[in-house]
Nanobody, 124 residues
Framework: QVILVESGGGTVQAGGSLRLSCEVL????????MGWFRQAPGKEREFVAS????????AYADSVKGRFTISRDNTKNFVYLQMNSLSPGDTARYYC?????????????????WGSGTQVIVPS
């Protein structure tokens, strides 16, 4: 069983930064792809970022490329999303997710386990 616990969300002014954290609680020790998705009110959940099992590979949605950075610390079982230059368009609930495989993936179907999310609000 895998439990993902996100934290770090909040309200931040446009242009500001937030760092989301995801603690991965699991029985098995095998490392998988990790990702972040987000869902804005009235919209479908969308891919944000992905990182391979060893951190060597990353992928980003075009809308966040150059502003967001995904990283992981496998010694502590944490995944992070550093978000800079935030804008109102980034307002959403952000979900941490664990993949079925080990390489970066952008499709939601490639992920098996999901956290409950953390809310990010950037007022306009």
């Amino acid at each position: 069983q895998v439990i993902l616990v996100e934290s770090g969300g909040g309200t931040v002014q446009a242009g500001g930064s937030l760092r989301l954290s995801c603690e991965v609680l699991l029985r098995a020790s095998d490392l998988k792809t990790m990702g972040w998705f987000r869902q804005a009110p009235g919209k479908e959940r969308e891919f944000v970022a992905s990182i391979s099992w060893d951190g060597a590979g990353t992928a980003y949605a075009d809308s966040v490329k150059g502003r967001f950075t995904i990283s992981r610390d496998n010694t502590k079982n944490f995944v992070y999303l550093q978000m800079n230059s935030l804008s109102p368009g980034d307002t959403a609930r952000y979900y941490c997710t664990r993949g079925r495989g080990t390489m970066v993936r952008t499709a939601e179907a490639a992920y098996a386990d999901w956290g409950s999310g953390t809310q990010v609000i950037v007022p306009s």
